[in-house]
């Protein structure tokens, strides 16, 4: 093992009882240097998965500054003197005075800092702007042990450690314990820190640009204007959705359906075909329809299958109708899709005994959208 | 002595428009003083803080161009929280109370509320031209007063703000009667836009030069606008997207080749590539093209369309247009002046479409070059050293390998090398901004020969306090030093405090300065303000000294402490 993680190992043990507190379910606020920190603790509605104690791979763990081969071994040796000096302190404070200076590494005063990077990335995760300390910090609690009780759950690099951050984050609430714990710029340094922990192997479910904010490692840099990145992260996504063809981003419309006291709003641009469109349409109204057959009682309803609302739906029930450019209602399914959407100003569900005039067609159409 | 009246003074001093110059009149002597004040009509205020409205307001009561600058550079960054400050409103507020003429103003930064917005344009009749950079707190219906108060209103330039858009049709706002708009530039709202109202203001502007729309505007809406406007000489189009083989698109082809008299091209945040032929015409005279927005353009598009641009001196661009891209730039634009690239991917450094070649490229081809911004994969040595060589005019050099602390691949050294070369042989430096893995030899070589330098801004540089020091002490001209994530401490911040009333102002964040050297700091110097964000939980108190600070502002001032700071600043 290298000498730097060892001094850290042994100084976090000799550190069980250093306070470490409990917020309650597990999630321990802590400072950017894996410490508790007593003052500030006052939130935390998370659970964490039990992944506090294992998953510490050493040889991933090492603290590396900079791309590999780009080392600066000085400031290396310094960030460990600095963890292996700081872990003894009393860490009432977020800003750990320098003991000795020796150590001029700057993450010192990381530890409040950059509070804004850390809730925007919690707030708009799926930004580009997005950067995720999530990476950050595991790399330094992968230096220094999990078994440390300070170990903090927004540490914990697991498959699960991005969502992790995030529903820490997000239930930590005040945004001022959360900057806390994150060791921000401890791997300012190490701007890519990609190597060993990979991001992508978490369950984030947000789109790419998620995987983009992986990458992301500071707040402020690239020294991108806010509004520039903003614009061109929509800007990106729009091109990606037009596909090179004329038309605007989203093309929402009003669904009714005959006896829902409320309409839905629908982007036909995120259905490409009718069948995707119906069945979202299922869903998003099968609370209504539920009323409908569950005249049996409320245990039919809990029953009620999806099938049988696709039967209500499509069956004998209801039929899919839109008003197009001209406002003539007409039956959906005729045209093709990409007809319909440039047509399509409004869709209702309709009772198939209003569509009396449509009827004919009712057979056919059932045919098409299942 | 004066041994003419004063009139004759003045009308002297009218001839002296820089704002130096004018500051070194007013010192001869108290009568030149006294005309200068008087008949002093632009004014420049790089700090909000420096001054008060009240002072200023007094100093020059002839007051009819302001420009006001608030929040620190790197608050672009995000690392200047909300409320920081910066508030236009108390400016407003005082002028109007001393029924100040204002007829311009500027803004870079600042918090700039509606009500500030309305009662501005209740308050000076004479109003005309309103530049709002990079400014946030308003909203469509500030805007919406504007228009419609300011009869006289000539430019309202909105760029890159963070507006509510509430969809009010503030365009509307505008009185049938207002025919004096020279410049409309509402690129950066998100919102929809009530065309009509649009075409019918565009119709009734005779002198209406520039137009920059928003990507709510679309396509045949654009080709309306140029038929009504081919005087225009700046355009920002709008959505551009469309089917190029309609009649709208023919219409469109018409309709900018009538319009001859454009020079600079901008927008394109919507853009369908095989459209883009419609703009050829204009190209060969464009001297200001920026696609910096339009990232629906791939490098075979871009260079197609910078093939015709000849005359081009500034391009501002998105780095998809790739090392041979620039190649077609260097080739083409031997006009070129300014070259901005900006990241298509800021977060994704492993796709950064271009590297030192491109630079190089366009160092050897456009020797006019003199101002830079470049973002890129990577540097090398080498690289600076040829394009120093190649281009000794730069007066602006901001370099961001989007790794930053990323040495020279080849060499696997730091590019001090190669940023002494360029401060060695570009005299005239007055702006440089470094990135990459960089030692205090850098700054050794930044002090001993960047003497025109007059704003620096490093990060994730240096070894040691000495870097710092290199650059304090030689760089006499310096004005603004920004400096985040290095290791300069408090003896660096405390050797030469005199030096800190030399300059505008010093930013340092996660650097090695402790809250004992800023309290040191702030009691020496009472002309400076120290400013500390701190944004964790901590009071003041339960601080202590020898504890580092996150983020330290200072700044030289006239008035103190400031009234309006939030919590999270302490003001020492």
């Keep these: ?370 | 002595m004066n041994y003419f009246p004063d009139e004759v003074l003045e009308h002297v001093f009218d001839f002296i428009t820089s704002h130096k110059d004018r500051n070194s009149v007013s010192l001869v002597c108290k009568s030149w003083y006294k005309i200068e004040k008087y008949s002093r009509q632009r004014v420049f205020i790089g700090n909000c803080y420096s001054i008060s409205p009240e002072r200023l307001i007094a100093r020059f009561p002839g007051l009819k161009s302001l420009t006001l600058k608030g929040k620190p550079h790197f608050a672009d960054f995000n690392l200047v929280p909300d409320d920081w400050g910066g508030f236009l409103y108390p400016w407003i507020k005082a002028m109007a109370r001393s029924r100040i003429g204002l007829e311009e103003l500027r803004l870079k930064r600042m918090v700039v509320s509606d009500e500030s917005l309305e009662l501005l344009s209740k308050s000076f009749p004479n109003f005309k031209s309103l530049v709002l950079v990079s400014c946030e707190g308003f909203t469509t219906d500030g805007l919406a007063a504007v228009a419609a108060n300011c009869r006289l209103l000539r430019e309202l330039d909105l760029q890159e703000n963070e507006v509510e858009d509430h969809r009010g049709h503030w365009l509307s706002c505008f009185p049938e009667n207002c025919t004096s708009l020279v410049l409309l530039n509402f690129a950066c709202l998100k919102g929809e836009i009530n065309l009509a109202s649009l075409e019918r203001l565009v119709a009734r502007s005779p002198n209406l030069k520039s137009l920059r729309l928003n990507r709510a505007v679309p396509f045949d809406t654009l080709q309306r606008l140029l038929m009504r406007a081919p005087q225009l000489v700046d355009l920002g189009t709008g959505s551009y997207v469309h089917d190029p083989y309609s009649e709208a698109y023919n219409k469109l082809k018409a309709a900018i080749q009538s319009c001859n008299s454009i020079r600079s091209l901008s927008g394109f945040l919507e853009v369908a590539p095989r459209c883009m032929s419609a703009v050829y015409p204009v190209c060969e005279n464009l001297t200001f093209l920026n696609l910096s927005y339009a990232a629906g353009l791939q490098s075979i598009e871009l260079t197609k369309l910078i093939q015709y641009c000849r005359k081009l001196q500034r391009l501002w661009i998105l780095d998809c247009i790739g090392d041979k891209g620039l190649g077609v730039v260097a080739s083409t634009c031997k006009e070129l002046q300014e070259l901005r690239v900006f990241p298509s991917d800021p977060f994704d450094a492993g796709n950064a479409a271009v590297t030192e070649e491109g630079l190089v490229l366009v160092s050897a081809g456009c020797p006019k070059l003199n101002s830079l911004l470049y973002f890129c994969q990577q540097m090398t040595n080498a690289a600076l050293i040829t394009v120093a060589k190649n281009c000794t005019n730069f007066i602006r050099f901001r370099l961001c390998i989007l790794d930053p602390i990323k040495p020279d691949p080849v060499t696997n050294q730091p590019l001090d090398e190669g940023f002494g070369a360029i401060v060695r042989s570009c005299k005239g430096l007055k702006r440089l901004s470094l990135s990459g893995l960089l030692t205090d030899q850098v700054f050794y070589y930044i002090g001993m020969h960047a003497k025109q330098l007059e704003m620096l801004s490093i990060a994730f540089a240096g070894d040691s306090d000495k870097g710092m020091l290199y650059v304090l002490n030689g760089c006499k001209k310096l004005r603004k030093l920004e400096i985040r994530d290095c290791p300069f401490g408090d003896a660096a911040l405390l050797e030469d405090m005199g030096k800190y009333e030399t300059m505008r102002s010093l930013w340092m964040s996660s650097c090695e300065v402790t809250l004992g050297a800023c309290k040191t700091l702030a009691k020496k110097m009472p002309s400076l303000n120290v400013e500390i964000i701190n944004e964790s939980e901590q009071t003041e108190f339960n601080l202590e000294d020898r504890q580092k600070v996150d983020k330290m502002y200072l700044y030289r001032t006239v008035v103190g402490h400031r009234k309006d700071a939030p919590e999270f600043v302490w003001l020492l």
Excluded at chain 1, 159 to 175: D, K
Excluded at chain 1, 176 to 189: F, I, T
């Design chain 1, 1 to 370: 093992m290298s000498p730097r993680l060892r001094g850290v190992e042994e100084e976090v043990q000799s550190n069980v009882s250093s306070p470490s507190v409990d917020c309650g379910l597990g999630l321990k606020e802590c400072n950017y240097l894996g410490l508790s920190d007593c003052s500030s603790v006052d939130s935390s509605g998370v659970s964490l998965p039990d992944n506090n104690k294992n998953n510490l791979n050493l040889k991933a763990t090492e603290l590396r500054l900079g791309l590999p081969g780009s080392q600066s071994p000085e400031r290396e040796t310094e960030l460990c003197l600095l963890n292996s000096g700081k872990l003894d302190e009393k860490p009432l404070f977020p800003l750990l005075p320098s003991k000795d200076g020796i150590c001029s590494s700057s993450q010192k005063n990381i530890v409040t800092g950059n509070k804004r990077g850390f809730s925007d990335t919690m707030d708009g995760f799926s930004e580009v702007k997005g950067y995720v300390y999530a990476e950050k910090s595991w790399m330094f609690h992968e230096a220094s042990d999990s078994e440390s009780p300070q170990s903090v759950g927004h540490g914990k690099y697991s498959s699960n450690s991005g969502v992790n951050v995030i529903l820490s984050a997000r239930s930590l609430g005040a945004p001022a314990s959360v900057k806390k714990d994150e060791p921000a710029n401890v791997l300012q340094k190490q701007p890519h820190a990609t190597s060993g922990i990979n991001l992508k192997q978490t369950d984030i479910s947000n789109n790419k640009s998620s995987a983009r904010a992986a990458k992301a490692q500071v707040v402020g840099w690239p020294p991108v204007r806010s509004f520039r990145a903003k614009t061109l992260a929509t800007s990106s996504k729009n091109n990606d959705e037009v596909d090179g063809k004329p038309g605007h981003a989203a093309l929402f419309v009003k669904v009714s359906m005959d006896g829902a006291p409320y309409l839905r709003k629908v982007d036909l641009r995120t259905y490409s075909t009718y069948r995707e469109l119906s069945s979202a349409l299922e869903k998003m109204f099968s609370c209504f329809t539920l009323g409908q057959c569950g005249s049996h009682g409320a245990a039919e309803k809990e029953v009620l299958s999806r099938s049988k609302l696709k039967d209500l739906l499509h069956g004998s029930e209801y039929v899919l109708t839109y008003k197009d450019k001209d406002g003539d209602w007409m039956l959906v399914g005729d045209v093709p899709w990409e007809m319909f959407i440039e047509t399509c100003k409004r869709l209702k569900i309709m009772k198939s005994s209003d569509a009396i005039g449509l009827a004919p067609r009712t057979m056919e159409k059932s045919k098409v959208t299942n």
